[in-house]
């Protein structure tokens, strides 16, 4: 699936110290993924606009292949395959013969063991045949006498046993094969909307518009899944359902701004559109999804014609809009859910494409100055989940002196690294302390240990001196600088809560001195966003003095 292009959200990190050389380390999903058109990019820059996916958090492979085995329709290709041993007679076509079909519907208990079977569960199972071999878990032959038969094909038996690797590579492909039939089956009705199959086969204009029809198709879909993807990487455990109407939204109306009447439309048309595509993956586990309500249109259709006659229409609001939707009545509209195993299918396809798709933990499987510098530099990480990783199990002292060592320096980096630092510590509480206290006379750390301690609540934290305090400024704000990508309206927060004292020359004469590589870039800022004009003068001769000192 080809991801949505999405801008980068800060600047390269090749650069060196005080030249804006350092990504984002903690980005929300709006920071991740905001509009090309801000940073004035056209559809001939998307191609290098770096795409940037969240991190997810997936169970292990044994779970995941367990969950799949588990999904009836994949279930049901594998029953259907062991039943086709030693070998089973099929049509030219590979299909089950006509004596077999209702036997192979009873098999998968869709029907009952005696009496009359109904048709649609005769669907079912030749579905699940021609899944199976779609999958060759059962291969079709011909014998010497000329009969066509299929027999189990290698991969039945490990996949029977639950092998991961088996499973889980015969699942995705399922999945790969559902999604395609899922976009065929909705561009095969936009050509019925269009004036029926036989005249656009005909025409080699209407060819390309079934074709256009499949690839318009195809982008709702991966855009759908992709929205979905993003919002479950984000999603507090339990929240993970999104009415359709909101995916539908999150696809149609640009961000920031409210739904036109227009918009509302296309919502509906999207809403529409993805509902079948959507059940068809929810078939294979993809998805948890609880289609619209069909008799909402039979329902909207009555209104329509009520309000025609000049009958009642539908009840309105106090403010004399629509009424607003209890929980039940608005779930008839559609709710959809991705679940781990189509975490692990979306996850998959990105990497097929070349996309850097993380999984969170995959910054905190070496020491932590690997950790460190790896939240650090990336620009698609959940910085306290990885932290959260890194900790577990380990001894808290020891821990907390690791990453305090590994947070000295004076590189790009080291600011960010040392805020990471003071995260960790705090997620490790009272027990790190004697390591923390150990450091109070660190020129580089004793600052923030100070404060980190007075934050705990512990007893006798000496204050570090003059010179260490400023530094220590210095070095928090450029974290945050950093932190925040150069976002305005985070800055002009930071900026306002800088101890500037009623004589902002004297503070800032003292501050452009300090010896941080970051010192002018944040002075710079506080000149363009303290909003006191005489402390953002007083910042620019300041930043300009520190310029001029290198």
Not at 303 to 312: F, K, L, R, T, V
Request: proline content about 7%; glycine content about 10%; hydrophobic content about 45%.
């Amino acid at each position: 699936m080809a991801a949505r292009r999405r801008r980068n959200a800060g600047p390269s990190a090749a650069g060196t110290p005080g030249e804006g050389a350092v990504l984002p380390a903690d980005l929300e999903l709006q920071d991740l993924y905001g509009a090309f058109a801000a940073h004035g990019l056209d559809d001939e820059d998307l191609d290098d606009a770096a795409v940037l996916v969240p991190p997810v958090r997936l169970p292990a492979e044994p779970e995941l292949a367990a969950l799949a085995k588990a999904v009836p329709m994949f279930d049901w290709a594998l029953r259907l395959s062991r039943w086709a041993a030693p070998h089973r007679a099929v049509d030219e076509f590979g299909d089950l013969t006509v004596p077999d079909r209702l036997p192979a519907a009873r098999l998968l208990g869709l029907a009952p063991e005696e009496g009359e079977v109904p048709e649609e569960a005769v669907v079912e199972a030749m579905r699940a045949w021609s899944l199976a071999c779609d999958l060759d878990l059962v291969e079709i032959g011909t014998t010497a006498a000329g009969e066509h038969v299929a027999v189990p094909g290698p991969d039945l038996e490990p996949a029977e046993e639950g092998d991961p690797e088996t499973v889980l590579e015969l699942w995705l492909t399922a999945a790969g094969i559902v999604r395609e039939l899922a976009v065929e089956a909705d561009s095969q009705e936009l050509e019925r909307e269009d004036g029926g199959d036989a005249e656009v086969e005909e025409d080699e204009e209407g060819l390309g518009e079934v074709e256009d029809a499949r690839d318009e198709a195809a982008e709702l879909l991966d855009e759908a899944l992709q929205v979905l993807y993003e919002t479950t990487a984000f999603a507090e455990p339990g929240t993970e359902t999104v009415p359709l109407g909101v995916l539908a939204a999150l696809l149609v109306v640009p961000e920031g701004e409210e739904p036109s009447d227009e918009l509302l439309g296309d919502i509906t048309d999207v809403m529409v559109a993805l509902d079948p595509m959507l059940a068809d993956l929810s078939e294979l586990g993809l998805l948890d999804y609880r289609p619209i309500d069909p008799e909402l249109f039979d329902e909207e259709e009555s209104e329509e014609e009520g309000e025609e006659e000049g009958g009642e229409t539908a009840a309105a609001g106090p403010d004399g809009g629509p009424a607003e939707l209890d929980e039940a009545e608005s779930a008839r509209f559609g709710l959809v859910r991705l679940t781990p195993l189509g975490q692990y299918g979306i996850r998959q396809w990105l990497l097929e494409d070349g996309y850097d798709a993380p999984l969170v933990g995959d910054l905190a499987k070496g020491d932590a100055g690997e950790l460190l510098r790896g939240v650090s530099e990336a620009a698609n990480v959940l910085p306290d989940e990885e932290l959260k990783v890194w900790l577990e199990g380990r001894e808290p002292v020891a821990a907390a002196r690791e990453l305090l060592a590994a947070a000295r320096g004076s590189d790009a980096y080291a600011p960010m690294r040392r805020m990471l630092c003071h995260s960790a510590l705090t997620l490790l509480g009272a027990p790190a302390e004697p390591a923390v206290r150990e450091v109070l006379g660190d020129p580089e750390l004793g600052g923030g240990a100070a404060a980190w301690l007075v934050a705990l609540g512990a007893a006798e934290v000496p204050a570090p001196d003059r010179a260490t305090a400023l530094w220590t400024v210095v070095d928090a704000f450029a974290a945050q600088l950093l932190d925040t990508g150069g976002d305005p309206e985070l800055l002009r927060e930071l900026v306002a809560e800088l101890p500037v004292t009623e004589t902002p020359a004297d503070y800032l004469g003292e501050l452009w001195r300090v010896e941080h590589p970051y010192t002018a870039d944040v002075l710079e800022a506080v000149g363009e966003m303290h909003p006191d004009r005489a402390v953002a003068k007083e910042a620019r001769k300041a930043a300009f003095k520190a310029r001029s000192k290198g």
